[in-house]
């Protein structure tokens, strides 16, 4: 099958003893998305989220929700995002992340047939309720790719435990309540959160939401197994920044991490 199965490099890159570094960049953000994308992992992303842009993206704070209507203004659509990807040679995982309301629109069949031929092999569509997802997840899962299910500091433990057994690839853990966006600290939350995640589930942990760069990835990766940098590397080219200054941004996380 094509493209990188999401678990069973993640468990490797922990079994080696490094810390996790995930990544994000919305699709059809400018012509040279794809070009920043390939950065990020020649700079040592260990897997890249690829932003499907939605009109209405709730769980996503200004930057992302700039990112996902620049994209839309120049044209960029889920069809001609994964046409992009589909060309795109990584030797990491690629996992969509996506509102419900996309999947919908195509069907939960369709759509995960779409991103398994296209090489994506995992995918978060965090607005769509646990108890209304089990369609999603079975048709996911059949066509290889992997629904990734989110925690939150406030998950109860039974809801929690319930997350950690259907998620596939790996649990991502939401460090704050709130949208997404930079951050000058990481809340205590998270890694409460982590070490609850940890104690539940063997699959790979990973923590998003608020990590803005080296410290606070070093911070959140502590009591988990990773860490999802996205709103400052999205930042950087809405900025006009370009694939070198994200690669060379996501260098210095991975040294971070490395380095802790």
Known sequence: MKGVEVEAHLRQVRAEGRKILV???TGGLGPGWVDALEAMVAAGADLVEIGIPYSDPVMDGPTIQEASARALA?????????DAVARVPVAVPLVAMTYYNVV?????????????QAGVRGAIVPDLPL???GEWEAEAEAAGVAP???????TPDDRLAEICRRSRG??????????????????????VLARRLKAATDRPVVMGFGISGPDQAVAAAAESDGVVVASALMRMLLDGGGPDAVGAAVADIRRALDSA
Do not use: D, K
């Open 23 to 25: 990544t994000y960049v």
């Open 74 to 82: 120049e044209g960029a659509n889920p069809a001609s995002i994964l």
């Open 104 to 116: 919908f629109r195509s069907g939960h069949q369709r759509f995960a047939s779409l991103l398994a």
């Open 131 to 133: 108890e209304e997802s």
């Open 148 to 154: 990734v299910l989110l925690a939150a500091p406030v």
């Open 170 to 191: 790996f649990v991502y853990g939401v460090n704050l309540m709130g949208v997404t966006g930079e951050r000058a600290t990481v809340s205590g939350a998270a890694a």
